[in-house]
C-alpha cells in the first residue's frame, strides 16, 4: 500500500505514538477525578499536551488551550459560543464544511448574517474583496488556514490585521497546517486556532482542540461534570477545563502528546519542506502526462496537497483504479469543500486528492505517476 491520503487523517504513526495510547491504557483512570496515581497520571500527561500545544501553537499559556474530539467540534464550539443574532460572520469560499454548516445553521437558526468571499480559480483570496465583506455589523471571520482540497495557505496574519481593524474576530480552522506549518497565534495576531490531532500532529483519531487569546472568553457548547466546583449549579467558566466537560480522551491525548513531541523534534519546517518537495515532484510530473491537470497556486505556498484530475475521467473512477490496480490511496470526490469545487470547476468531476506526509518517499511519488500515466493512457 502507498498512503497519499494524509489530508484526511495520518495513517503511518510515530512508533511512540503507538507506545503512549498503549501505555495509557493499561495505566490511566479519569484525568482531574481524583488523588490516587492513576488519575494523577491521566491529569500530568493531560497538561503536559496542553503545555507542548500552546508551546507549538504560539498560545498565550497552557491554561488557553481546551481539548475537543477534533477541528469540527472545537470550531462549533467557538462559533455556537460567540455568534448571536445581531451578528455578521465572514468566511472565504476555501472553507470546509465543518465552518460552512455550523454557519448555515447558526443562520438559520438565528438569523445571523454570513458572508463568503469567493477565490479564485487558482484558489487565490483577494485580500480587497475580503476587506470589502467586513460591515459595521462583522463580529466574526472565520478562515481556513489551508484548504483541504487544494493545500493553498492564506495569509492568515493579514487576515487577521483587517479583521481587527473593523472590531471583529479571527478565528482559523488549523486542520490543514497544525504541525505541518509554523503558527504563531500571538505574532500572527489570530484569537482562535482550532486544531485536530489525527493530522499533522500525528496524533490518535478523536483528539483536537482550540487555543484561545488570553482575552477572549468563549461560552461552552456542552456542560456537565468538570471535576472541580460540583456544588454549584452553573457550568464553572475558568479555561480549560470551561470548555471540556465530561471524562477527556485521556489515552488520545497521550498519543497526542508524543505525536506533539515527534512534531517538535523533526521541526515543523523540515516537515514542511519534505511534503512541499515531495508535492512539487508530483506536479512536474503530472506536466508530462496527457490530459492530467492540477488545481491551485503555486506549490511554494501550499500544504503537501496536490487535487488533480484526468481529462474525461469521473475523479471516483481515477481513485478506484489508483486503489484497486496500484495499491495507491488517495480521496476523491467533494472533500466536504463545495464552494472551493465551484471556484474550480471541478462540482461535476470532483477532484482526486494526493496529500503527502513525513513518511512518504520520492519512490512512491515516481510509482504514483508511473500509475496515472497507464491510467491516462488508457483512458485516451
Same mark, same amino acid.
Given at each position: 500500500?502507498i498512503?497519499f491520503?494524509?489530508?484526511a487523517?495520518?495513517?503511518?504513526?510515530?512508533p511512540?505514538v503507538?507506545?503512549a495510547?498503549?501505555?495509557a491504557?493499561?495505566?490511566?483512570?479519569?484525568?482531574?477525578?481524583?488523588?490516587?496515581? +492513576?488519575s494523577l497520571?491521566?491529569?500530568m500527561a493531560?497538561?503536559? =499536551?496542553?503545555?507542548?500545544?500552546?508551546?507549538?501553537?504560539? +498560545?498565550?499559556?497552557?491554561s488557553?488551550?481546551?481539548?475537543?474530539?477534533?477541528? $469540527?467540534?472545537?470550531?462549533?464550539?467557538v462559533?455556537?459560543?460567540l455568534?448571536?443574532g445581531s451578528?455578521h460572520v465572514?468566511t472565504t469560499?476555501?472553507?470546509?464544511?465543518?465552518?460552512?454548516?455550523?454557519?448555515?445553521?447558526?443562520?438559520m437558526?438565528?438569523? #445571523?448574517?454570513v458572508t463568503?468571499?469567493?477565490?479564485?480559480?487558482?484558489?487565490?483570496l483577494?485580500?480587497?474583496?475580503?476587506?470589502?465583506a467586513?460591515e459595521?455589523?462583522t463580529?466574526l471571520?472565520v478562515? $481556513?488556514h489551508a484548504?483541504n482540497? $487544494?493545500g493553498?495557505?492564506?495569509?492568515v496574519?493579514?487576515?487577521?490585521e483587517?479583521?481587527?481593524?473593523?472590531?471583529?474576530?479571527?478565528i482559523?480552522?488549523?486542520?490543514q497546517t497544525?504541525g505541518?506549518?509554523p503558527?504563531d497565534m500571538q505574532?500572527?495576531?489570530?484569537d #482562535?486556532? =482550532?486544531f485536530t490531532?489525527?493530522?499533522?500532529?500525528m496524533?490518535?483519531?478523536?483528539t483536537?482542540?482550540?487555543?484561545?487569546?488570553r482575552?477572549?472568553?468563549?461560552a461552552?457548547?456542552?456542560?456537565?461534570?468538570?471535576?472541580?466546583h460540583s456544588?454549584?449549579?452553573?457550568?464553572?467558566?475558568?479555561?480549560?477545563?470551561?470548555?471540556e466537560?465530561?471524562?477527556l480522551?485521556?489515552?488520545?491525548?497521550?498519543?497526542?502528546?508524543?505525536?506533539v513531541?515527534?512534531?517538535?523534534?523533526?521541526g515543523?519546517q523540515a516537515i514542511?519542506?519534505h511534503?512541499?518537495?515531495l508535492?512539487?515532484?508530483?506536479?512536474?510530473?503530472?506536466? #508530462?502526462?496527457?490530459?492530467?491537470?492540477h488545481?491551485?497556486?503555486?506549490?511554494?505556498n501550499?500544504?503537501?496537497v496536490? /487535487?488533480i484530475?484526468i481529462?474525461g475521467?469521473?475523479?471516483?473512477t481515477?481513485?478506484?483504479a489508483?486503489?484497486?490496480e496500484y495499491?495507491?490511496?488517495?480521496?476523491?470526490g467533494?472533500? #466536504?469543500?463545495?464552494?472551493?469545487h465551484?471556484?474550480?470547476?471541478?462540482?461535476e468531476?470532483?477532484?482526486?486528492?494526493?496529500?503527502?506526509?513525513?513518511?512518504?518517499t520520492?519512490?512512491?511519488?515516481?510509482?504514483?505517476?508511473?500509475a496515472? /500515466?497507464?491510467?491516462?493512457?488508457?483512458?485516451?
Amino acid at each position: 500500500m502507498i498512503y497519499f491520503d494524509n489530508a484526511a487523517t495520518t495513517m503511518v504513526k510515530p512508533p511512540q505514538v503507538v507506545q503512549a495510547v498503549t501505555d495509557a491504557l493499561t495505566s490511566f483512570g479519569g484525568a482531574g477525578r481524583g488523588v490516587h496515581s +492513576a488519575s494523577l497520571g491521566a491529569g500530568m500527561a493531560v497538561y503536559e =499536551c496542553r503545555d507542548k500545544l500552546a508551546r507549538l501553537l504560539g +498560545a498565550p499559556d497552557a491554561s488557553r488551550v481546551s481539548f475537543t474530539s477534533n477541528a $469540527t467540534e472545537a470550531l462549533n464550539i467557538v462559533l455556537r459560543g460567540l455568534v448571536k443574532g445581531s451578528d455578521h460572520v465572514v468566511t472565504t469560499w476555501a472553507s470546509h464544511n465543518s465552518v460552512l454548516r455550523p454557519l448555515y445553521h447558526l443562520n438559520m437558526e438565528t438569523g #445571523c448574517g454570513v458572508t463568503a468571499v469567493k477565490v479564485g480559480r487558482d484558489g487565490s483570496l483577494d485580500l480587497g474583496e475580503f476587506e470589502r465583506a467586513f460591515e459595521s455589523r462583522t463580529k466574526l471571520c472565520v478562515v $481556513t488556514h489551508a484548504s483541504n482540497l $487544494t493545500g493553498d495557505i492564506y495569509d492568515v496574519a493579514a487576515l487577521a490585521e483587517i479583521a481587527h481593524a473593523y472590531g471583529a474576530r479571527i478565528i482559523v480552522d488549523a486542520a490543514q497546517t497544525a504541525g505541518c506549518e509554523p503558527i504563531d497565534m500571538q505574532a500572527m495576531g489570530l484569537d #482562535c486556532v =482550532c486544531f485536530t490531532g489525527h493530522k499533522g500532529l500525528m496524533g490518535p483519531q478523536g483528539t483536537g482542540g482550540l487555543a484561545l487569546a488570553r482575552d477572549l472568553e468563549v461560552a461552552p457548547l456542552k456542560v456537565g461534570g468538570t471535576g472541580t466546583h460540583s456544588f454549584d449549579l452553573i457550568h464553572p467558566p475558568a479555561m480549560p477545563e470551561g470548555l471540556e466537560a465530561g471524562t477527556l480522551n485521556g489515552h488520545g491525548i497521550a498519543g497526542l502528546s508524543a505525536g506533539v513531541s515527534f512534531v517538535e523534534e523533526v521541526g515543523v519546517q523540515a516537515i514542511r519542506d519534505h511534503e512541499r518537495m515531495l508535492a512539487q515532484r508530483f506536479a512536474d510530473g503530472l506536466e #508530462c502526462i496527457p490530459g492530467a491537470v492540477h488545481y491551485g497556486g503555486a506549490i511554494a505556498n501550499r500544504t503537501g496537497v496536490v /487535487a488533480i484530475n484526468i481529462a474525461g475521467l469521473d475523479s471516483g473512477t481515477a481513485a478506484d483504479a489508483l486503489a484497486s490496480e496500484y495499491g495507491i490511496c488517495t480521496r476523491a470526490g467533494a472533500h #466536504c469543500a463545495p464552494l472551493m469545487h465551484r471556484a474550480l470547476g471541478t462540482v461535476e468531476q470532483g477532484a482526486v486528492r494526493f496529500s503527502f506526509g513525513w513518511y512518504n518517499t520520492v519512490e512512491e511519488v515516481d510509482q504514483a505517476l508511473q500509475a496515472l /500515466a497507464r491510467i491516462a493512457a488508457a483512458r485516451r
